[in-house]
Structure formats: C-alpha cells, structure tokens
C-alpha cells in the first residue's frame, strides 16, 4: 500500500482559510448593513471605483488566467471618495478586484469581477 502524503482534496492551510472565511462574511455584510459599498465603472483609460465617504483601501486585482499578472494598490481615496486606476495597469480582459477599505474604525470586504475593454 503506498501512502501520499499531501491530499488534492485537503488544503494545507485549511484551518487558516477558515477563519478568513468568516472575517471576509462578517466585512461583507458590515458593509451591506452600513450601505458603505464602492462603485466600480470601467473605460478604455481607467477604472474607477468611488465610495460614498473617503476610506483607507487595499485593492487586490486578480488576473484568473494568469497570477503574475496580479497587482496590489493601496492608499486613502481622495475627498470625494474616489480610487482611479489607470488602464496601462489592467490589461484587457477578466479581472477580480477584491477591495479591503475602512473607514470610522470598521473594516468592509468588496469583490467584484470587471472586464478591461
């Protein structure tokens, strides 16, 4: 009988991802509940992502066909509540924008998938 030590089906890292889950649940829903939720529209020279009061962000941009491709930005909107991104940092096609913000000390969770023209 041959044993394999690692599992396909098991994650290494299961236990951690647990407790992710239930924080990323629990922002998710601060945010719906708090009606603090960005806005994202797309065009050809930019990305952007406006929410109602000026926050402290991390946007994570995912590409799925390829995580080199992945870039992190993070910061303070500016005073109208705005985070743009320029096109030259998204390629065209599929991306998934997870974006980590706060404001008056609470933490909110926003993903959204968007497609660069």
Partial sequence: I?????DGLVEADYYEKGQTYNRDFGDKQRALNDRILPVISTSAQRVLIS???PVNYKVVCRRPSDYHMDKTFSGQTDNKGYIRLLSEELTPGPWLLRIEYS???KHYLFEEQIIMP
């Fill in 51 to 53: 929410f109602p009061v």
């Fill in 103 to 105: 404001t008056h000390e």
């Fill in 2 to 6: 041959m044993k394999n030590s690692s």
